[in-house]
């Protein structure tokens, strides 16, 4: 079965996985935001779980009957905003062995968020946003000083739906390299997969001496997904 397939791999392992998506706060009572469940993540968590590693879900907003799914023995750390989540991912950098950036990051916030509840002018409304830190690329500037455990293995996600002149596979390929984290799995999302639904079909791709190389390729509910994507980090870790 998928199960025992994975089992063992990760024996001993720490392993890190992001989930869910980030919150960026306009006023007290609303946020920028984006449609990440958290199954994913969470699936990945379970499946890491299976194979031996010991787990920490860093969950940004993710429903709590996703989280009533992740087995015994995962841990769980909250977060909503991507500065929360940089900082518990960063916090777990120097000892993880694994991190698994599953976490849809938003890529910008809001300048500054209003104390009191925003209220309505008759005007319309422009709202100033900035860039927010790339978590991932400052998870691998810190192994690259060496500041992190050795062999430490960063995974990164994408969903890309590519365009009139690039395939969504080509995009993907580029951000791994540009990303340089290790391995990059990618999510087909140009039909209407992946969000909120429970099936998934990805690419893993390798940063290889030259270039993206495929290393898994895997369709099927997000429990066997995350499977074959354990599975291909077990086997990269032991390149
Ligand atoms: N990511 C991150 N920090 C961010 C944005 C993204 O760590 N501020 C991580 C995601 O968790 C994911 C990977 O980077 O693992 C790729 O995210 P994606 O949004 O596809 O890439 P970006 O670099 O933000 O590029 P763009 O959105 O412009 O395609
Ligand atoms: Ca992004």
């Known amino acids: 079965t998928d199960e025992s397939r994975a089992d063992g ?12 998506g980030t919150r960026e706060p306009l006023d007290p009572v609303r946020f920028l935001g984006n449609r990440s469940s958290g199954k994913q993540g969470a699936a990945l968590a379970a499946a890491a779980a299976t194979a031996g590693a010991r787990v920490t879900l860093i969950a940004a907003n993710v ?14 750390e909250h977060v909503s ?4 989540l940089e900082a518990a991912c960063t916090a777990h950098a120097s000892s993880a062995d ?10 910008y916030r809001p300048a500054a968020a209003a104390q009191h509840k925003m209220k309505k002018t008759g005007d319309d409304l422009t709202i100033a946003l900035v860039e927010n830190p790339d978590i991932l690329r400052g998870l691998v500037e810190l192994r690259d000083a060496g500041r992190t455990r ?18 969504a596979e080509s995009l993907a390929q580029a951000k791994l390299l540009r990303k340089g984290c290790d391995l990059l799995v990618f999510n087909d999302v140009s039909g209407d997969r992946a969000f909120g639904h429970d099936d ?10 030259d270039g993206a190389e495929e290393v898994a390729r895997s369709e099927g509910s997000k429990a066997h997904v995350s499977n ?12």
């Open 200 to 209: 998934n079909a990805v690419v893993v791709y390798r940063a290889g001496a």
């Open 150 to 167: 050795t062999g430490q293995l960063l995974v990164g996600f994408a969903a890309e739906t590519g365009s009139h002149d690039t395939s």
């Open 81 to 84: 905003t991507t500065a929360e």
């Open 98 to 107: 694994v991190i698994v950036m599953a976490a849809a990051v938003s890529d």
């Open 9 to 20: 791999a990760l024996s001993g392992a720490s392993v890190i996985v992001s989930a869910g």
């Open 63 to 76: 429903d709590s009957d996703v989280l009533a799914s992740l087995p015994a023995g995962v841990d769980i």
């Open 228 to 239: 074959d994507v354990i599975a291909a980090v077990a086997a990269e870790r032991s390149r």
